[in-house]
Every structure is written in C-alpha cells, then in structure tokens.
C-alpha cells in the first residue's frame, strides 16, 4: 500500500520560509517522479514542482522559480519542497504526488500522478 505524508506546514510571513517533507512507502522511491502541487481555495490544483531521479531532471513552475526548491533523499523515500521569499499568493494546500514516468518529459498535470498525499496547509500572513 503506497502511502505518502507530508508535513512541515504551517503559518509564515510573507518573506519568510519554510520548507515542506513528504516522507513515502510502499513504492520503489527512486523509480518515481516525486513532485508537489497546491491548491487554493476556489482554485485548481497547480503544479509547483517536480524532480525524476532516473534523468536527473527537475523541473519549477514559473511562478515559484528562483524561490522554491525541490530536492530529494532516496535512502529516506522523502521528497522535500524548500520555500524561500514567500508571498500573500502561495497560501494553499500543498500535496506531494508520485508518477511512475512511462515518457520522456517530467508530467506536471495532476492527472499523471498516481499517488497523493493528504495536503498540508500553508498560509502566509501579511
């Protein structure tokens, strides 16, 4: 049963960091694209980022670029989301989400994804 946790939300300023884990099993972790998508009230689900291991690749929404890093540690099946320079509008609920990559491009539609975690709310305050 493939399980995935985040944690590390919470509430920031605005300019402020803070930096998200998600901790998986029951699924071979390297084999996996790990990525991270939020959700804000009245909105869609948004893809912020996403790393493959097997390519080496990692690929950042615009919109964080320059202020969120993701990165990863496959001997503890935990994916991370560093999050720098925070602003009014990345208030939402964060989930990490895991794809078995069948093509060549790192997939950052929700709907590729197999498994999701819970969420993790983070609010950033003016």
């Known amino acids: 049963q493939v399980q995935l946790v985040e944690s590390g939300g919470g509430l920031v300023q605005a300019g402020g960091s803070l930096t998200l884990s998600c901790a998986a099993s029951?699924?071979?972790?390297?084999?996996?694209?790990m990525a991270w998508f939020r959700q804000a009230p009245g909105k869609e689900r948004e893809f912020v980022a996403a790393?493959?291991?097997?390519?080496?690749?990692?690929i950042v929404a615009d919109s964080v670029k320059g202020r969120f890093t993701i990165s990863r540690d496959n001997s503890k099946s935990t994916v991370y989301l560093q999050m720098k320079s925070l602003k009014l509008e990345d208030t939402a609920v964060y989930y990490c989400a895991a794809d078995f990559p069948f093509g060549v491009a790192i997939a950052t539609m929700s709907r590729d994804y197999d498994y999701w975690g819970q969420g993790t709310q983070v609010t950033v305050s003016s």
């Open positions: 029951g699924l071979t972790f390297s084999s996996y694209t």
């Open positions: 790393h493959d291991w097997s390519r080496g690749r990692t």
